[in-house]
């Protein structure tokens, strides 16, 4: 199926749900509202074929978050979108769908602070284990100090 | 009575120093569990602070076996970005430079496979192959592992005659010695029989699981983005999907042969059909605001990268997705139910990008609460002189 | 006289400890190859140990990652004296490209002392091999 007729195909059968966008060939990118992201990931994987979650990205756009779930088939490779604002970031878990997904949202939990609700595992997954509460190092705004460094031996 | 047994983090030769926590009832594991970020370098919010050009040397640092992997990765989405179009020359020495880079890391995985299962004579072989690889890599492009040959725009460095002569004369010689070294594993039925019905996952659970790479085809998966996505070079050349049914580490130690087989091919067919005319063209310093998922099939499964520009010289965003986080959940998975001594032999085969050359196991006893140190090569000793009780063991058959 | 003898058997027979601390495999395949047939340095005595308890030099390659800093002061001291540590790659030595960053402790030096530095992004086989056999030089 050829990218177009494939585009008609979700438009038709996904309504307004979805916006789609095409910006290269074999790439579409989907944008979805969170509160249906559990409805049309689930009806794309069973209609067509999207079992396998290559990873989730996240994005810091100043004031949302916007989470990109990249799935591939055989022949596309689909990238649904959603957004969500900065001040209360809460996505649903696609863990019941997709199981795979697991590790993926745990590292934007921890990465962007990112609520994942309905996650059946929300430990930490990258950060170590004296990590602060509530530092989420890859914020735009996060900064991060460097401590000083010890010459061993003293400067020469 | 349920233990639990705690591996790593002190794994010294993994990519990724991990922690494994098995939950077992005697010797059979019931539970695994991860936990990562032993090796968290930070290297998505370093990206962010580089250029385009800094970052290609970052993306090759991200892993030391496939570091050709993340930086073509990474390079080919940055010129979708800029819209270049690299010339046939510099594309056709990139992916020759990738499908050496798979020669040598599958080699290097079949050494370690061999030295998990306890044939340590086929580690020694394999590694010895291996080098006659690394010195094709480091003849092309003057480095043994980081190779640098990637530019945006093309490559750096030219190939000549006389180097695609040494080309062949090596892949020639690596096929001889590959067939020959194959056709010893056939006659060990011990070698066979040690790694059949080890790590089952079955069709479903790769699936669902999400797993990729050589893991995903030795379940049966045809999956692999060379042809399914064909970037670059790949729809010009001629090429099998490699996989196996049986859903355990012997299939995919069959893929991966399989794959060495198909890759001395394809090296092959570059080196023939290489196209004359420049190798890089040039670049420009920025890249316009835009988005780009680039997608690369590495030794061990797909790479993914996702990188958004916003119009200055640095990346506003770069995601990395590396194949072996994407296989940690079906690992899980295929220690269940398995043997102890089988989880060195289970986690190397995912391929764990190196050889879990010797580690540190601690066992807990749950009632006394003592530590016990555990060395790998014990637990290695001990699967040796695992009584044969598993299934399947009996009528496997080496497939080649 | 039993000095002597142990001074002996650890310039002859140096045991080593492998330790990654975060790098990206590089170096460490690099130090494996250098164990397999083309470099070979068990023909030197040297003999690649698993436990810490066992070995005389530390080979240590990568930057300290701030979640594996804790385990690597832990094999340090598990480590018997009198010990040595070789800081191989770039990384091991300053942080390389990961410098700056906020998980990394930049250099192994900031975390345990080091005898030995051998450069190279990685470090080849022979130069590793090199290090060994220069610091045993010094003993």
């Known amino acids: 199926m050829t990218d177009a007729e494939l585009i008609e195909k979700l438009k038709a059968d996904l309504g307004d749900r979805v916006e789609i966008a095409n910006p290269a060939p074999r790439r579409l990118f989907l944008k979805v509202a969170p509160r249906v992201l559990v409805d049309v990931t689930t009806r794309l994987r069973d209609a067509y074929g999207l079992v396998f979650l290559s990873t989730i990205s996240g ?40 199981p795979g997904a697991i590790l993926y949202e745990r590292e934007i939990q921890e990465m962007f602070g990112i609520v994942v609700d309905g996650i059946p595992d929300g430990r930490r997954l990258m950060l170590s284990d004296d990590w602060p509460e509530g530092q989420f190092p890859l914020r735009k705004d996060w900064r991060h100090a460097r401590p000083q460094e010890v010459i061993p031996g003293g400067e020469s | 009575m349920s233990f639990e047994i705690p591996i790593g983090p002190q794994h010294p030769a993994l990519k990724e120093p991990i922690s494994l926590r098995m939950t077992v009832e005697g010797e059979v594991i019931t539970g695994a569990d991860i936990r990562l970020g032993y090796n968290h370098r930070g290297v998505e919010k370093v990206a962010e602070e580089k250029n385009w050009t800094q970052n290609i040397y970052l993306a090759e640092r991200i892993c030391g076996i496939c570091s050709h992997s993340h930086a073509t990765c990474f390079v080919q989405g940055v010129e979708k970005l800029m819209e270049l179009q690299p ?49 094709l890599l480091e ?15 093309g490559v750096r460095r030219d190939l000549d005659e006389g180097q695609k002569a040494k080309v062949l004369e090596g892949v020639a010689t690596l096929r001889k010695r590959s067939v020959y070294y194959f056709r ?148 899980v998975e295929m220690l269940r139910n398995g043997f102890i001594a089988d989880i060195p ?38 699967a040796l002189a695992r009584p044969e009780n598993a299934l399947l063991k009996r009528n496997a058959v080496w497939p080649f | 006289m039993l000095n002597k003898l142990a001074r002996w058997s650890r310039i002859k027979s140096p045991w080593i400890l492998h330790l990654n601390s975060g790098a990206c495999n590089a170096c460490d395949i690099e130090i ?108």
């Open chain 1, 59 to 98: 994005l810091d756009n100043g004031a949302t978050f916007e989470i990109i779930y990249h799935f591939s088939t055989p022949g596309q490779d689909f990238n649904i979108r959603t957004e969500v604002p900065k001040d209360a970031p809460r996505v649903p878990s696609i863990t019941p769908v997709i």
């Open chain 2, 184 to 331: 010893i594993g056939a006659t060990e039925p011990s070698f066979v029989a040690r790694i059949a019905g080890v790590g089952m996952l079955s069709l479903e659970q790769a699936v669902a699981l999400c797993a990729c790479g050589p893991t995903a085809r030795a379940s049966g998966w045809a999956r692999d983005v060379r042809k399914e996505d064909p970037y670059a070079v790949y729809d010009e050349l001629d090429f099998a999907v490699c996989t196996a049914d049986t859903c355990d580490v012997l299939g995919r130690v069959v893929v991966r042969v399989k794959e060495l087989l198909e890759s001395y091919n394809m090296i092959e067919q570059m080196i023939r059909n290489l196209p004359g005319g420049d190798i890089a063209c040039k670049a420009p310093r920025k890249a316009k605001p835009g988005e780009v998922v680039s997608r690369y099939e590495a030794p061990r499964g797909e790479n993914i990268h996702y990188i958004k520009a916003n119009g200055t010289d640095k990346p506003e965003r770069l995601k990395v997705r590396a194949p072996t986080l994407g296989n940690y959940p079906a690992t």
């Open chain 2, 345 to 382: 032999l289970i986690f190397a085969a995912i391929d764990p990008c190196i050889c879990c050359a010797e580690r540190t196991v601690t066992l807990i006893g749950a009632r006394s609460g003592e530590e016990s140190v555990v060395r790998m090569s014990d637990l290695r000793r001990r």
């Open chain 2, 139 to 153: 003849m092309i492009t003057g480095n043994r592992v980081h190779y640098a040959i990637n530019a945006i725009g």
């Open chain 3, 32 to 139: 494996v190859a250098a164990l397999t047939p083309r470099f070979d340095v068990e023909r030197f005595g040297i003999l690649l140990k698993a436990t810490p308890r066992h070995a005389d030099v530390i080979i240590a390659s990568g930057p300290v990652t701030r979640q594996i800093r804790e385990r690597i002061i832990r094999i340090y001291e598990q480590t018997p004296d009198p010990k040595f540590v070789i800081a191989v790659g770039a990384c091991a030595m300053s942080g390389c490209v990961y410098r700056g960053s906020y998980n990394i402790m930049g250099g192994l030096d900031q975390v345990i002392p080091v005898n030995m530095y051998v450069p190279g992004c990685p470090a080849r086989p022979d130069a590793i091999v090199d290090g060994v056999v220069k610091l045993l030089g010094k003993l």
């Open chain 2, 87 to 135: 010339p046939k020359r510099g594309l056709y020495i990139r992916y020759l430079v990738s499908e050496l880079e798979r020669v040598h890391s599958h080699l290097l995985w079949l050494g370690v496979a061999g030295h998990e299962a306890g044939f340590d004579s086929f580690f020694m072989y394999t590694w010895r192959d291996r080098e006659i690889v690394m010195d």
